[in-house]
């Protein structure tokens, strides 16, 4: 285990993973415009964002072969691929050949592969660090993703509009590509010995069966589903919002610009905390102060209310995204931590499409400070979940031995 926080491969991991954030956030902004100029279809970047966020639903599989498999190696595979992918649809934009099934496959597979990220990352982190320093790492590791996605936004706008949407294009690829090079330098320390052979699909059940057994794993298991489900009802209200207050798509920009502007200080916060910070009381806080954000915001009625709750709730995400990561990574048997991250991942992400169905259905009868206060008092419920029965069956430490 490596003895100091800032190794070599730590730093060249956030670096890496930096990079290509700002890569990925420049390319959201390029892809969107791309899609409404060759199509002039919202419903057409509907269905883009769709197949993005798909794969993430199967993520215990993907989660079963990263506890299976050497790490390195598919991560490397993974990014080469993203990244001549996107250098290719550069290519056929920059050339005008580039039509919407092809960017509908490129959406997909992009988004396959961030599926076999997610979880491979959350137990990478504690093999390439100190394990008194996992929440610094998370911190740091969280300030780095949402400060470049937010500067990857307001630069994709700027680049957009001057150059259009190619050159995104061309620089997420080289992201990627520099991020299967970077990887190349990073040591990632041997797993131990697996138990018993398996198959793959007892493994798959196994990691089920290790949310479903344990009551802090299945609580924030329901407790992802249901927060993400309503809070997606920001994603899909507050146009009608700005719209309402006279601050249209400026606003926009500006309330979740700011919100990411709050993970990313809450990011630099854990990593201040360090070793004093709890994950138990991360997410109990996190939780809590998440359901106020909204109840205020649901009674907020002009633009300067909303924008400094936005901040607040970007901190508090920050907050139990971290303490959730650190959970897992530390309480968690090394073996088990991919499938781990898979499953409560696809939990999380069934919540988002499921509740913009159900919303779609009744949003037009319904005011929408109630919709908002409604979600307020939804995560409020899987708070006082959390404290009632997850926050006091948390397991001892595990080591971070993989």
Excluded: C
Aim: charge should be neutral; avoid cysteine.
């Amino acid at each position: 285990m490596p003895e100091k926080l800032w190794n070599r491969s730590f730093i060249l991991f956030w670096l890496g993973e930096a990079q290509s954030t700002f890569g990925s956030s420049l390319a959201s902004v390029a892809l969107a415009f791309l899609v409404l100029h060759l199509t002039g279809s919202p419903s057409q970047l509907g269905i883009t964002l769709a197949l993005g966020i798909l794969p993430g639903i199967v993520s215990p599989l993907a989660g079963t072969w990263v506890d299976r498999i050497a790490l390195k190696p598919p991560l490397i595979v993974g990014d080469l691929l993203r990244g001549a992918l996107f250098v290719l649809a550069w290519w056929m934009a920059d050339r005008g050949s580039l039509v919407i099934w092809e960017i509908y496959l490129l959406s997909l597979i992009s988004g396959a592969v961030s599926a076999f990220y997610w979880p491979a990352s959350g137990i990478l982190t504690p093999l390439l660090v100190p394990e008194g320093d996992l929440a610094r790492a998370n911190g740091l590791i969280g300030m780095a993703n949402q400060g470049f996605q937010l500067v990857g936004l307001v630069v994709g706008g700027v680049v957009v509009g001057l150059l259009g949407s190619a050159p995104s294009l061309a620089v997420d690829g080289l992201t990627f590509l520099l991020m299967a090079l970077l990887f190349l330098w990073v040591a990632i320390p041997p797993r131990h010995p697996r138990g018993q052979p398996s198959s793959y699909w007892e493994d798959l059940g196994a990691g089920f069966l290790a949310v479903g057994r344990r009551h802090f794993l299945l609580l924030l298991a329901v407790g992802g589903f249901l927060v993400n489900g309503g809070f997606i009802a920001l994603d899909m209200l507050m146009p009608f919002v700005m719209q309402r207050l006279g601050a249209g798509p400026t606003g926009y920009g500006l309330f979740f610009g700011l919100m990411t502007g709050g993970m990313a200080l809450g990011g630099g916060l854990i990593a201040l905390l360090g070793r004093r910070f709890d994950d138990r009381a991360g997410v109990s806080w996190g939780i809590f102060g998440m359901s106020l954000g909204l109840f205020a915001l649901s009674t907020a009625g002009q633009l300067w209310s909303l924008l400094p709750l936005a901040l607040i709730l970007g901190l508090f995400i920050a907050l139990i995204n971290a303490a959730i990561s650190v959970m897992i990574q530390s309480r968690v048997e090394g073996e088990l931590r991919g499938r781990v991250f898979g499953v409560l991942g696809a939990v999380a992400s069934a919540g988002m499409p499921l509740s913009l169905f159900i919303l779609s259905s009744f949003a037009n009868a319904v005011p929408i400070g109630a919709v908002f206060a409604g979600t307020g008092l939804l995560t409020l419920v899987v708070g006082a979940a959390w404290l009632r029965w997850g926050s006091r069956s948390l397991p001892a430490l595990a080591t971070a031995e993989v």
